[in-house]
């Protein structure tokens, strides 16, 4: 089975955003990949020191076979 791995912010530390709501449309999304055949999972990231490691431990639990990047996530200096 393929696998993928989807990346993006968690909707619940993005001010001004119904975190909720984002979030079981994330995970309805989510859904759809084992619709396809694909085993999926999410990593949320906060805007924080916690973001980089975070991110190394879900880009090396596995090897993907793809990984997909959500809008607004950028390295920034």
């Given amino acids: 089975m393929s696998s993928a791995l989807v990346v993006g912010y968690d909707p619940q530390a ?7 709501a984002l979030r079981v449309a994330l995970d309805a999304e989510l859904a759809r990949f084992g619709e396809h055949g694909i085993d999926a999972a999410m990593t949320l990231i906060v805007f924080d020191e ?3 490691s975070t991110l190394v431990a879900s880009l090396t639990k596995q090897p ?12 920034t200096e």
């Fill in 64 to 75: 993907w076979d793809v990984v997909v990047v959500g809008g607004g996530i950028r390295k």
């Fill in 50 to 52: 916690s973001a980089e």
């Fill in 14 to 20: 993005i001010p001004g955003i119904d975190g909720e």
